[in-house]
Each structure stands twice: as C-alpha cells, then as structure tokens.
C-alpha cells in the first residue's frame, strides 16, 4: 500500500505515529517559513504541516511548488494540532511531514474542487471525474451505493435471486421507442437495448426461478424531459406463486426497510388509493400527501347561479390553501398568470377568502352569494384565514391543471418538506387506456398484465372498464415503483395482444416465444420495478437524479466527457451493412 492510513481517520488518539498518507492537495497556505497543505481523498481531509525548524530545506522547497490537486504521497508524524479545528474529524491533529513524493501533477482544475464550486453545469460535466472528487456529488454515490446494498440485503433475505437477463434483446413496438444496435453478422438486422427486463423475468418464473430481483439498466430513447436520463437503473424483480397483497407487503417492507435503514425514519401500513380517487382528489396518479389541499369537487355547487364561464364546464374543483386569505391582489395575480402559462394552460382561476370574521370575499361576489360561498368552504374544508382556488373546465384537462397549482402552491408553502416521507399504494389502474390519436387501445402499465379476474368477462364486451391487478408505489409525488399480477394463460395473452391491436401475425412474431412459453405450465406470478435513480435521489433529499449518477447524460442525451453519440467511421458502417441518408 502506498499509504498506513486514510485522510480521514486520524485523530489525538494516534499522536506520534508515524505514517504515511496518500492524496490530492485540496490546498496549501505558504508563509515561506511555513507551510500547510490539506491532503484529501475519498475519507476526508487531514492537515500536512512543513517548516523550517523541523522539515529540511529540499523538501521544504518541494513543497513551495505544489499546486491544487497534485497527487503527492507523505511520510510523517501525527502531531496535535495547537489551533484545532472541532469541525473535521482530523481537526485535532496535523502531519509534521518528513519527506514527501510527488506521485503525479496536476494542471489546474477547471473548476474548484469545493462543495460550492465555480463551476457550471456543462463544464462540471465534461469534467465528471474532477466533479467527483467534491464531497457532495462523492457522498451521493457512496449514498447509493448504501441504498443499493440495503436492497440487495433485504431481497436476498428474502429468497431473492439476482439473475442478468441480456441487453442485446428484440425491438418490440409497445412502450417507448427502442434504442437500436446493428448486427454485424446478421446484415441487415439488429437488436434492441432492454426497456426493461419485463419478457425475461416472466420467463424465469416459468423457469421456475421463484423469486426474482436485478439491479439493471434499461435504455429508453425517449424525447428528454428534465431529469430523465436514456439509460436508467431499475430494482427489477418478480415472484411466482404470489397474488397482488403478497408484492405489495413485501416491497412496502422493502420501503419501511431502506427508511429505517438509511434515514432513521419510521413509517408503516401504507395508504391505498385507487387510481379513480387518485385523479378524483388529487388530479394526479402519483399524488403527493405530505400536504393536504384535496380537491372538492364544486361543479353542482358553482353551476346554474348565474356565472357564465362556469355554467359550460364540465367539472368545476376547487382546492384550500391553507393560511393564503391575506394574499394581496399582486400574490393572486402571480398565480393566475401562473396557471395561464402554455405550460399549464388555464383560462383562469377564481378565488375566495375566508376572512377571520367568517365572511368571504371574492373574484365572483356578483354570482355567489356569502351562503354560497360558505359550501364552497365546507366542500373544501377551508377555515377562516385560508384562500379557496376553482377551476373549470374538461374534466382530465382540469384535473391536472388544478394539480399543477397544487404542487406549485404545495412548494411557494413549504409543505414538501424533503425529511418527510409520505409513501402510498396507488392501485386498480385501468387495464387499456383509449388513444383518441391511434384510435385504438393501449396497454395502461404494458401488455402482460392480467385483467382483475372477476373483470374478465367484460374484456369482450366494454373492455375500456376492465381494470387490472396493477399497482404504483409513489413516494413524495413521485411513482418510484409499479407492477402488476401478470397474465400466464396463452389464450388471455393473445386475447390482450387482440385488443391492443396486433394481428396474429404480428402478435406471433413479437411475442410468440411469450404465448408459447406459456403452453408449458407457467405458474401464476407477478412483479414490480422501481426506479433506483430517483428512490435513491428522493432519500437523499434531493430533486435531480443525475446528482446521484455517476456519468450522466445532459438534457438531449450527451455525454459530455465522452463526447457521445458520435459518429462512426465509413469501415465500421460498411461492416454493419449501414448507409447514412445524407445530410441536406
Ligand atoms: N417492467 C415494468 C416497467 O418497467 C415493471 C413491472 O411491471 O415489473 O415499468
């Protein structure tokens, strides 16, 4: 070893020692006479000290030269510190070095290598490996790595088997566009990087692998919305033999177990929430609960009393923001000017204050009445001092409108306070859901999820209704997870693939090895994936999952440090049979 001992461990308790540290100069402060150098690495900081009187001159004169973030390896003696500094481990103690050896120079860094550094983003970026040497983005990955431990520790414990399932799959049309990649030997073919292991890990439960888990990359090359990255990490598992309460506890047990195992935090017995009183009350299948204001719906309330715009709406909701009655004209014109946004796309937004006296004011008192009002405030459960918010309009559109603001409002308040953590099961999403673009259906979660059984019958006839046995985990407004109890019958498999639209042919073609596999007694089972990168960011308190990935991707998809995508070269598209359209 090039080194006795780490930069963050010693202390009073080693005063005398000798020893030898390996690391990165973090700074040096030169008095001539003297001079002192912070030593890091991946453990912290430790002060190295030279001086005239007790270092001789060579080395002292080495030392005048170091410059941010040389790699320098140090021999010396633990000595206690006479200014210590109680805020570092290593605060009480220095290195009085004898000799030292530059192991590599270092030009300087681009950007400071601090917690709060001058660096931007792009730069940050292109530079991911310096970006990696400061405390916070180092801590998030040792953070993820803790939480990715605690999840392997808690499936494993519970009969879980990590098995790798292939990232040279089959394009298949359902979901999001594949990421494509030539096949040298096959001209003209290709394979798909796995939007998920989905296909697979069915097919290891008919293997009769029981109980199921990876921690995998899937790749979707998806239009990039902020904080979405191409290639993404999913906690991917399955069981067999299992109905949908036997996956929710145990992936709730998986949940309170990473909360009491990483933040210290109890929680118990999730909320269930069906999808329809999701939408209903909150606008949103992935609602946030750490903060009330449910939506009251207003529509038979706030219509037929003489107010234009709202006699036409379809659905007219409302919600209480708590403490917001002394809002000034300009704090509600900021919103309103907020819902409007294209972004969000409001026509408006009606307000009422429930004034401490128990009267209301409000932006509709030529229609409604103080009786009136004071509905509006028992449907939303507002009290005197809050601010009552409506909307109207078509019913979805609506919805998530008033959800937006919610979230907004949620956010301007406080409420989402990133130590709380309020996670709930969202369940009996709709198996289909209607694309008035296509025309026909589309799986809901994805094409191998079963009906609810009771259900089953109406697939024939209004199979828009049918519901399936398919559950999200959402944590903080976030789905973190979802699943389903999947189909294991050939016949309701092709049935499905029927109603989704595929011919046979079609269906045989993707799928056939699926409907096959299924004629060879497959045993009834069923899954959930969650999303590693954002569970991991959401733990750590933080918004942006790229914070916690070690070489991420910008907003359209680059790798910066790399420079990728790039071009190949004229041979390599020869040997993969590939012409380039060209480019006008
Ligand atoms: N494969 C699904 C997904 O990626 C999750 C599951 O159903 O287990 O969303």
Redesign the pocket.
């Known amino acids: 070893m090039l080194r006795t001992n780490n930069c963050g461990e010693l202390n009073l308790a080693h005063v005398g020692n000798k020893v030898t540290l390996a690391g990165w100069v973090q700074k040096t402060r030169n008095k001539g006479f003297m001079i002192w150098v912070d030593l890091r690495d991946r453990y912290g900081i430790t002060q190295i000290i030279f001086d005239e009187e007790r270092t001789d001159k060579e080395t002292l004169e080495m030392a005048q030269n170091l410059g941010r973030e040389f790699v320098i390896q140090i021999e010396g003696t633990v000595i206690e510190r006479e200014s210590k500094n109680p805020n570092m481990p290593t605060g009480a103690i220095e290195i009085l070095a004898e000799s030292f050896k530059i192991l590599n120079a270092s030009k300087t860094p681009p950007f400071t290598i601090e917690n709060e550094t001058d660096g931007g983003e792009e730069l940050r970026m292109q530079y991911r490996y310096l970006d990696i040497r400061r405390n916070p983005v180092r801590e998030n990955l040792i953070f993820r790595s803790k939480v990715s431990l605690a999840i392997r520790n808690y499936l494993s414990s519970y009969n879980f088997i990590d098995v790798e399932t292939p990232y040279l799959i089959k394009s298949t049309p359902e979901g999001a566009r594949d990421f494509v990649v030539p096949s040298r030997m096959n001209a003209g073919e290709f394979y798909a990087l796995p939007?998920?292991?989905?296909t697979f890990?069915q097919l290891l439960m008919v293997g009769g692998m029981d109980q199921y888990f990876q921690i995998v990359k899937?790749f979707r090359d998806e239009d990039l919305r902020a904080d979405r990255q191409p290639e993404f990490t999913?906690i991917?598992?399955?069981m067999t033999f299992v109905e949908q309460e036997d996956i929710l506890a145990r992936f709730e047990g998986l949940l309170i177990h990473l909360l009491k195992e990483i933040k210290g935090v109890e929680v118990s017995d999730f909320p269930r929430m069906t999808y329809a009183e999701a939408m209903q009350k909150y606008g949103n299948d992935k609602p946030d609960i750490r903060f009330g204001m449910e939506f009251a719906e207003l529509t038979d309330l706030a219509k037929g009393k003489g107010f234009p715009v709202f006699d036409q709406q379809e659905l007219i909701v409302g919600i209480a923001v708590p403490g917001a009655a002394t809002y000034t004209r300009k704090q509600i014109d900021a919103l309103i000017d907020w819902v409007k946004r294209p972004q969000i796309g409001a026509n408006g937004l009606i307000w009422v204050k429930c004034n401490e006296d128990g009267s209301f004011k409000s932006s509709v008192d030529k229609f409604y009445s103080q009786e009136d009002l004071q509905a509006w405030a028992a449907s939303t459960q507002a009290s005197a001092g809050d601010l009552i918010l409506v909307m109207g309009g078509e019913v979805n559109k609506t919805r998530t409108q008033l959800s937006a603001l919610r979230m907004e409002l949620a956010e301007q308040l406080g409420l989402r306070d990133p130590e709380v953590f309020a996670p709930l099961w969202v369940v009996d999403f709709p198996l289909l859901e209607w694309d008035e673009e296509s025309k026909r259906f589309h799986a809901m979660?994805?094409p191998?999820?079963a009906p609810k059984p009771e259900q089953m019958k109406l697939l024939a006839t209004d199979p828009g209704a049918v519901n399936a046995n398919?559950y999200d985990l959402v944590l903080n407004g976030n789905e973190i997870?979802?699943?389903?109890i999947?189909i294991h019958d050939a016949a309701v498999q092709e049935t499905m693939f029927d109603l989704l639209g595929f011919t046979k042919e079609e269906a045989q073609a993707q799928f056939g090895f699926l409907m096959e596999a299924f004629q060879y007694g497959a045993p009834p089972h069923g899954?959930?994936?969650l999303g590693l990168d954002r569970l991991v960011a959401i733990l750590g308190g933080q918004e942006t999952i790229r914070d916690f990935i070690a070489f991420p991707k910008n907003n359209s998809g680059r790798d910066l440090m790399i420079n990728a995508p790039a071009s190949i070269a004229a041979t390599q598209l020869d040997e993969l049979n590939l012409v380039l359209k060209p480019t006008s």
Request: glycine residues 18%.
């Open positions: 939007q998920s292991p989905q890990k899937c999913q991917d598992c399955e979660h994805h191998f999820t398919a997870g979802g699943g389903s999947r899954g959930i994936a």
